[in-house]
């Protein structure tokens, strides 16, 4: 009797503690379901066939996905396919000694059809046999991370970029300071140690004379943006007649090139504005010298100018090589000279037409160009008629 009473006593206390211990495994399953829950990455667990069994609200709130949705779907949703296999093809489902966890850095499609940058991770459970039971997997949101490290490349070859051209820029720059310079240098030699007609006399200081005047066009406009870019430019600004400005830009592009047929199509009505008279005509002037390069065959090169909306707008307008769509855009960057087998000859620094914005934007303006390659262009320029730009450095 006392035997049966002592057992019935142990079978109590067996009871007793398997119950603290099955209460004990439910506080400590709870507690790792908030743990779960509260993780501020999104976790999920996932079966052998891909498909989401569990997850946190995080992981729902990442990929804008609702719980219902989101349970039983497949990783393949929101994960792309190649990714998957990838990190996957480390796990093998019987080989204890493979990998336990892969990772990798995705572009996930979340619920709403958008797209976010996720660092995920899975790791293999497995059963006692080896198998594995199920994937643990981690999703961490670094859409900002990826955005700077595009920034930061995009920057990065934006200034490898810039640095080639300058080191082009400075080449072709030598190169034409030593051209001119052997020029001036020969010419005046001979006019000087030999005694010369005065025909050949007067050609050789023509010729002289040329090569001083790329010197001095190639110095000035290099020291002219570097004012541009620094703030130091000033402007003169007074009441302008934009149609003599044109006609005085006309009248050098004509001195220039005997090839090339300019004409003018000016409003007679046009209103004057407020600008700077001589820098009104030094754009007129580099886009007119700009279309005599690009126009290595002669042509007719057309000035129009024209009232609207409150601004003035000139165009110049050319029958050359034209511009193509994937270069319009660095156009007016500086040092971009658009270069094939017709204008390997052209001679200039790629500073003008940079130089030339900046003058436009001074004034509050805007320049754009439209052209076909083969049709040649039309570059416009738009000042403002009420314009506030006042003298005195830029910034």
């Not at 076909?372 to 910034?395: C, D, K, L, Q, R």
Request: net charge negative; glycine share 8%; with cysteine.
């Amino acid at each position: 009797m006392a035997g049966q009473l002592l057992s019935y006593k142990d079978s109590l206390g067996l009871l007793a503690k398997s119950m603290r211990a099955e209460a004990q495994l439910r506080a400590r399953e709870h507690l790792l379901n908030e743990v779960i829950e509260h993780t501020p990455v999104g976790l999920a667990r996932v079966g052998p066939n891909l498909r989401i069994t569990n997850g946190n609200s995080h992981l729902g709130s990442l990929l804008r996905t609702g719980p219902r949705t989101l349970l039983g779907s497949a990783l393949s949703d929101y994960l792309p396919e190649e990714d998957l296999t990838r990190v996957l093809a480390s796990f093998n489902a019987r080989d204890r000694n493979a990998a336990d966890t892969a990772e990798a850095e995705s572009a996930a499609r979340r619920g709403d059809g958008s797209q976010v940058w996720v660092h995920w991770s899975a790791t293999a459970v497995r059963d006692p046999a080896g198998a594995i039971d199920y994937y643990l997997t981690m999703f961490e949101d670094v859409e900002a991370q990826h955005e700077a490290q595009q920034a930061a490349m995009a920057n990065l070859a934006g200034l490898e970029r810039l640095n080639r051209l300058k080191s082009e820029f400075v080449s072709m720059v030598s190169h034409e300071f030593r051209t001119a310079l052997v020029g001036i240098q020969g010419f005046s030699e001979m006019m000087s140690d030999q005694d010369l007609p005065p025909a050949d006399i007067k050609s050789f200081s023509r010729d002289i004379n040329n090569d001083a005047q790329r010197l001095t066009r190639m110095i000035t406009e290099m020291l002219d943006l570097d004012r541009m870019e620094a703030g130091r430019m000033t402007l003169h600004i007074g009441s302008v007649d934009v149609n003599e400005a044109v006609c005085a830009g006309v009248e050098r592009a004509r001195m220039v090139s005997a090839r090339h047929v300019i004409t003018t199509d000016l409003d007679p009505d046009l209103p004057r504005v407020s600008a700077d008279s001589d820098r009104i005509v030094q754009v007129i002037t580099n886009l007119l010298s700009n279309a005599i390069k690009y126009s290595p065959n002669g042509g007719e090169v057309v000035v129009t100018s024209r009232y609207s909306g409150n601004q003035v707008e000139i165009t110049v307008r050319d029958h050359g090589i034209g511009i193509p769509p994937d270069f319009v855009d660095r156009l007016f960057g500086r040092y971009e000279r658009y270069e094939n087998e017709a204008t390997s000859k052209i001679v200039g620094t790629g500073l003008g037409l940079a130089i030339t914005r900046r003058i436009v934007e001074m004034h509050g303006g805007r320049i754009w160009v439209e052209s076909t390659v083969g049709s040649g262009s039309a570059f416009h320029v738009t000042i403002p008629v009420g314009t506030n730009t006042e003298a005195g450095p830029t910034t």
